[in-house]
């Protein structure tokens, strides 16, 4: 597969997300078994399964964001680490110089339109992790 092809960066792409679903998975599935087996009391060794569980989250989210951008995709810096932004549509007024994509946070809903009005080419996305 050539390194050129748009295709060969789209497979790639959806490789590195079902890698970052499958952890993100696991890891939940992780907290569901450690709050199941740990009853009322916390003990030493829960806190400690607890704080690495939010340390691979943490750093599965910041890896997502960096293979975002690396793929060239616009980031929403609403959280940290920054959410990797949609293509919604496209802008194209000539008054205002303004001319190209517009990019949509699914998280927080800002675009990169401002207050111009904008071509809508998909419908709203549902937020992120929710």
Do not use: H
């Not at 009853?39 to 890896?63: F, R, V, Y």
């Not at 616009?74 to 919604?88: A, N, S």
């Not at 001319?99 to 998280?107: D, I, K, L, T």
């Amino acid at each position: 597969m050539p390194i050129d092809d748009p295709n060969t960066w789209s497979q790639g792409a959806m490789a590195f997300k079902s890698i970052f679903e499958g952890l993100r998975s696991a890891i939940s599935m992780l907290r569901e078994i450690r709050g199941a087996s740990a009853g009322d009391g916390k003990n030493e060794e829960s806190q400690l399964i607890e704080a690495a569980l939010d340390k691979a989250s943490k750093a599965t989210a910041i890896a997502e964001a960096e293979v975002a951008k690396a793929l060239g995709y616009e980031l929403c810096k609403c959280e940290f680490p920054p959410t990797p932004m949609l293509t919604v549509g496209s802008i194209d007024n000539l008054a205002a110089k303004l001319r190209g994509p517009v990019f949509e946070c699914p998280r927080c809903g800002f675009n990169t339109a401002g207050m111009w009005s904008y071509n809508r080419i998909a419908p709203p996305r549902s937020p992120a992790g929710n």
